[in-house]
């Protein structure tokens, strides 16, 4: 039975990702960047270890309009559990957007059949800028799956929102 290590539940936000949307946090991140907004996330040790039905159930119960961002933590470090609920929720019918510190070309390609959108990048507090949507650096990156293949997203406010 696959488990993930879970931190915790958002009803609704505008920032991560497109629309409104509800937002999964899984526990457990390596990376530690300095200034990330989820550090209580970071920690192995804590979190409640659910199973994937469980998870699942939770979700298509409290994310009454079908959008869910799964975020961290790490998602990518609980992988082979991770992409069992990912599909569970395609199947459910979900819009899913994931939240990853991984680099684009880190991220296994087996995963973007299962994503409508798709974050990368670590968080670079150097880097930080307020003009961009759903990332808080400019070297992070927002995919968006259209026919199978991922599109980078323009997420400049100024440009995107004209």
């Known amino acids: 039975m696959k488990t993930l290590l879970c ?16 937002v999964f946090f899984l526990q ?9 907004q989820n550090s ?26 079908r959008k869910i ?3 961290g933590g790490e998602p990518l470090e609980q992988f082979s559990s991770l992409i069992v609920l990912l599909g569970k929720l395609k199947d459910a019918g979900f819009n899913v957007c994931l939240y990853t510190g991984w680099d684009y ?21 150097n880097k930080m800028s307020p003009d961009l949507m759903y990332v808080g650096s400019t070297n992070q990156e927002m995919y968006r799956n259209i026919g199978g293949r991922m ?8 440009e995107a929102c004209a």
């Open 40 to 65: 209580c996330t970071h920690n192995k040790e804590n979190g409640i270890v659910k199973t994937v039905d469980e998870i699942t159930k939770e979700i298509v119960a409290r994310c009454r309009n």
């Open 7 to 22: 931190a915790g539940w958002k009803q609704s936000s505008c920032d991560d990702g497109p629309g409104i949307r509800s």
């Open 105 to 125: 070309s880190k991220v296994p390609q087996i995963i973007f059949k299962y994503l409508d959108y798709l974050k990368c990048g670590h968080f670079d507090i």
């Open 151 to 158: 599109e980078k997203m323009n997420l400049v406010y100024s």
């Open 69 to 71: 961002t799964i975020s």
């Open 28 to 36: 457990g991140c390596s990376r530690h960047c300095p200034g990330c």
